[in-house]
């Protein structure tokens, strides 16, 4: 591994987060309210330290990066991110509790959307844009952002991109790296201008809408209301904003491949209607699982199921209901679906569709072999074979997901919290989807959890973004051996 380069990076991704506060630090003057300072001071700060680490490694050409390189640079630069990140909140006293503050920017950047603030609608206009924008920024990846727009480095980003989206299969739209960054990012750019535009032209107030659209399409679900989307109680905007969780599940090559083939390339897609009919059939489960005990009305149930089945496998977290009311049915039934996640190549998180596809394929075949000993089989995904290679990754990934899983949920329960809300909380931050059960649920917050458990939670939202390999190979002896 190369340090002068993981600096060199690192500093530069610090200027990009320290310029990135200028639009809530716009906001802020605009609205006349303290935390203006708050931001400035921020963003001077940030700014400062990133220039200074970008010029002391100036000297030190950077030729090549290799795989250390890479996963250096994308886990140590999620957690300054996160640490920088907590600033505004901590001088603007919006969170003055340093474990707090990182907890709630760690918690913007990876998209999980798990907040500590009791009071969301008192925070000042420009600190709730900023924790919008903390999403916003992270569902695409910092990463990603900073090949798209440096590419005078002159250095190739394979590496980054490799460890910023370590999906079952890197997925190239253009021939370099820097390019395909940038078709990707406009599109999320697009996609967030509609949402804001028919959310406003719904009625939702112009701060609400962006605020709203900046976690949507990054599957975040911070929200600047304190019951969340349910505040509205609004069909249309639960519509929209469904219909928009879903497009951010899906894999994003998948729309730029729209442009050119049509709306039959989502269901020519194995992975993409696998995925949309899972949404399909839980949403009719939960349907008639809340109607007549908790709803009267079978398309009020449908409405709030289709919601929130949306929101939890795309890993976004809205609510627009206490689900916590539901029967345990629909309880079960949201837990399987924050597991399962969205699409390889989409903002969601949670084990991924693909993931899932292949491990219920390969365990069939095993099954099958035991039928058939002497059977030659190879397993297929849209008509081409899985490497061997891949599946044992997947298994490996699936392990460790199980085993950090189990191991979180102990030390939460060790430190206070119930069985229900200890497993849920891990669950909840572990495959980023924010909103657990119990003291965790939708209409609470994490602030009750204790200082270690926020840090242990910390760990999980960075290994459920990273997907568990690009941190934990840190910890590994041999990759810190030359």
């Known amino acids: 591994m190369n340090p002068n380069s993981v600096l ?3 500093g530069i991704l610090i200027i990009f987060l320290g310029a990135s506060m200028c639009l809530p630090l716009g906001v802020a003057l605009l609205d006349g309210d303290e935390s203006s300072h708050a931001l400035a001071w921020s963003m001077a700060i940030t700014e400062c330290i990133g220039i200074l680490m970008f010029l002391s490694t100036k000297k030190y050409r950077v030729v090549h990066l290799s795989h250390r390189d890479g996963v250096a640079i994308v886990t140590f630069g999620w957690l300054a991110a996160g640490f920088f990140g907590a600033m505004p909140f901590i001088i603007s006293g919006a969170i003055p509790d340093f474990s707090s503050a990182c907890f709630e920017s760690v918690s913007g950047f990876t998209t999980t959307g798990a907040t500590v603030l009791q009071d969301i609608e008192g925070v000042s206009a420009g600190i709730l844009l900023w924790r919008s924008l903390t999403q916003w920024i992270g569902g695409m990846g910092i990463i990603v952002l900073s090949i798209a727009i440096l590419p005078f480095l002159g250095v190739g980003g394979m590496q980054l991109y490799k460890a910023e989206i370590p999906s079952p299969v890197v997925d190239k739209l253009k021939p370099r790296i820097s390019d395909t960054s940038k078709t990707l990012w406009k599109f999320y750019i697009i996609l967030t201008a509609l949402q804001i535009i028919f959310l406003a032209v719904g009625g939702m107030s112009i701060s609400d809408s962006i605020n709203h659209a900046f976690c949507t399409m990054p599957t975040g679900g911070f929200s600047p209301k304190n019951i969340s989307i349910g505040y509205y109680n609004n069909g249309y905007f639960d519509a929209v904003i469904i219909i928009f969780m879903i497009i951010a599940g899906i894999n994003f090559s998948l729309h730029y491949r729209f442009i050119s083939d049509g709306p039959g390339v989502y269901w020519k897609n194995p992975e993409c209607r696998v995925f949309l009919s899972t949404i399909a059939v839980l949403t009719a489960l939960v349907t008639f699982n809340i109607y ?9 149930s449908f409405r709030y199921a289709a ?9 976004t977290g809205f609510a627009s209901a206490d689900f916590e009311l539901w029967p345990s049915l629909s309880h079960t039934i949201l837990l399987v679906a924050m597991f399962l996640g969205g699409m390889a190549g989409s903002t969601g998180g949670g084990l991924k569709t693909m993931r899932v596809m292949l491990l219920v394929k390969h365990a069939y075949q095993e099954i099958f072999r035991v039928v058939h000993p002497h059977a030659v089989t190879t397993i297929k995904l849209n008509g081409r074979a899985v490497p061997q290679e891949t599946l044992s990754s997947i298994w490996g990934f699936f392990t460790l997901y199980l085993m950090l899983f189990v191991a979180s949920s102990i030390f939460m329960i060790m430190l206070g ?3 229900v809300s200890g497993f ?4 909840a931050c572990i495959f980023n989807v924010g909103p657990g059960l119990g003291a965790v649920g939708p209409m609470d917050n994490y602030m009750g959890v204790p200082v270690i458990g926020k840090w242990i939670l910390i760990f999980c939202m960075l290994i459920g973004r990273l997907e568990i ?3 934990l190979v840190l910890l590994t002896p041999e990759f810190w051996r030359k």
């Open 8 to 10: 060199r990076f690192i």
């Open 292 to 300: 007549g005990t908790v709803y009267e009305s079978l398309l009020s």
């Open 307 to 315: 919601f929130q089945v949306s929101s939890i496998i795309t890993t």
């Open 417 to 419: 919290l119930d069985m």
């Open 424 to 427: 849920s909380s891990v669950a």
């Open 469 to 471: 390999y690009t941190v």
